[in-house]
């Protein structure tokens, strides 16, 4: 006689749509056996399985399955992720006795798809994450794990807080309803070590630990006993640390920091490094002034600018050269593959030297040319300003300190033209000699505007004769002053062509082109 667990397969292996031959192969059963049992299902009509055009599950003769009536129910808990596992466990309780096997066979026969633990994780928090599961359903799921209140601040920030926070909310939610931080790693694209860290969190100091985004403890960039570290290895040569270097690079001060035990990584060295004010700089080379006397001086010709009435002229004097004229080098604008080149050796085709002034408040340029630098072209070019500025009340002649510039010779010619009779006779104005300190060229606002001239015509220049490059020195100049007589601008305001800082008397400019 059939035990009642064999006949349960034969009926559900039947309502599978199979024959009775089949049914026989699987169960090991007579095929007349199997007919005597379906017969008496059907009330003695045996069961030839389906007729064409009918399927197994459209042919329901004979007694239904104990599971028949669970089956939406059993569905819909497996849409929702329920495991097999649950799913019989749930059944068992409610009474079913069948086998495992027979309740496999029902979901197969019901085209039932159950999920693997992973799926379940992954299709859970993908549903929390959408906000397709409500904050009810939510807490049935997570049970006595969580607070209500707990549960609500976790939906709140998995709902509207940004990324990091968000992750760190439903890692708590998905550990409330038993799913492994592998399977939250892997969906919220987080390491394990990641999510098994907020989940330590959580059980140490609850939920605020775990949310928020700030440390309680200082930064290491922050740190002065880090700070203390880096400054002490940076204030040495790189050479004391066994670098054979002359200036330090973040590597070296890494290295150097590593072997005395300090673990703090570039990015913070660079922080502190910066937050101090320090900076990698390239050197800028510059002219220092070697005069006792210079702050002096310096504050003197600040005071007459600062003053300076509009019947007042300030002139900032100095010669150009002399430089030769002959095929000159020079940045140019090259096609691709073509170098320019300059014959080492060449014939000058003359010298010059031309000296100039340059009045600040007009910023306008007067010039001649000379043949040497001595006093006797400085008295000729204090009697070419005296005569083009007759009017002015004064004058004043700022120039670096070489011996031409204050020979007794030309303090004489001073001392004549300033004399009354002298400036009644010729209407001309005082002057006033406001020198510069001693070997501070840098100060000489005039050599920015010969740097400038120099960039506009003289690099990459082949002038034929020095007259040639006199005609493109004096049409220069006349552009130049041209333009700020149309647009009066005091010097400094604004630049000319090419000049490679503001020309204005600035304690901090260096108006001397080291080039040139």
Request: proline share 4%.
């Amino acid at each position: 006689m059939l035990k009642e667990k064999d006949r349960w397969a034969i009926q559900l292996l039947h309502r599978a749509g199979n024959s009775i031959r089949q049914i026989s192969k699987v169960t090991r059963h007579n095929r007349n056996t199997i007919g005597n049992v379906l017969a008496s299902l059907s009330f003695g009509a045996p069961d030839e399985g389906p007729s064409r055009g009918q399927t197994a599950t459209q042919k329901r003769s004979g007694r239904r399955s104990m599971l028949e009536p669970l089956k939406e129910v059993l569905l819909g808990k497996i849409r929702e992720g329920a495991s097999r596992a649950e799913l019989l466990l749930d059944l068992r309780r409610a009474g079913f006795t069948g086998s495992r096997q027979t309740f496999d066979r029902f979901l197969h026969a019901s085209n039932a798809r159950t999920f693997t633990m992973a799926e379940r994780a992954k299709n859970w928090m993908h549903l929390v994450l959408q906000g397709a599961r409500s904050s009810s359903q939510i807490k049935k799921d997570v049970g006595d794990a969580l607070t209500d209140e707990q549960i609500t601040t976790l939906l709140k920030s998995v709902r509207t807080e940004p990324l990091k926070t968000r992750n760190r909310a439903l890692t708590l939610l998905a550990h409330g309803i038993g799913i492994t931080p592998a399977y939250i790693a892997s969906f919220l694209c987080i390491t394990r070590s990641t999510a098994r860290r907020y989940i330590s969190y959580f059980k140490r100091s609850g939920i605020p630990c775990v949310l928020a985004r700030t440390r309680k403890g200082v930064r290491k960039a922050a740190d002065p006993g880090y700070a203390a570290a880096v400054f002490k290895v940076l204030h040495a040569p790189p050479s004391a640390f066994g670098f054979n270097r002359t200036t330090w690079r973040v590597d070296d001060l890494h290295a150097a920091l590593s072997k005395q035990g300090v673990a703090i990584c570039k990015a913070n060295i660079q922080k502190i490094i910066k937050d101090a004010g320090y900076r990698f700089r390239k050197a800028r080379r510059v002219l220092t002034s070697t005069d006792p006397e210079y702050r002096e001086k310096l504050q003197k010709i600040k005071q007459i600018l600062a003053n300076l009435k509009a019947d007042e002229k300030f002139f900032s004097i100095d010669e150009y050269g002399p430089f030769s004229v002959k095929i000159m080098g020079g940045r140019a604008l090259m096609r691709p593959g073509e170098i320019r080149t300059i014959p080492e050796r060449q014939k000058s085709k003359g010298s010059l030297i031309a000296t100039a002034a340059l009045e600040l408040s007009t910023n306008q340029v007067s010039h001649f040319y000379s043949e040497k630098k001595n006093t006797d072209e400085m008295i000729r070019l204090l009697e070419l300003l005296i005569s083009q500025y007759r009017g002015q009340t004064r004058v004043f002649l700022s120039w670096d300190a070489a011996s031409w510039h204050a020979s007794k010779k030309f303090f004489g010619r001073v001392a004549e033209v300033n004399e009354p009779a002298y400036r009644a006779e010729h209407g001309t104005p005082a002057v006033e000699p406001a020198p510069l300190p001693s070997c501070a060229q840098f100060l000489n606002v005039i050599e920015a505007v010969f740097s400038g001239m120099a960039r506009a015509i003289i690099h990459n220049s082949d002038y034929a004769s020095v007259d040639a490059a006199k005609a493109a020195i004096d049409r220069y100049f006349a552009e130049r002053n041209g333009h700020f007589q149309k647009h009066p601008r005091r010097a400094g305001n604004k630049l000319w062509r090419m000049e490679r800082i503001e020309p204005e008397f600035n304690e901090s400019n260096n108006c001397k082109d080291p080039g040139w």
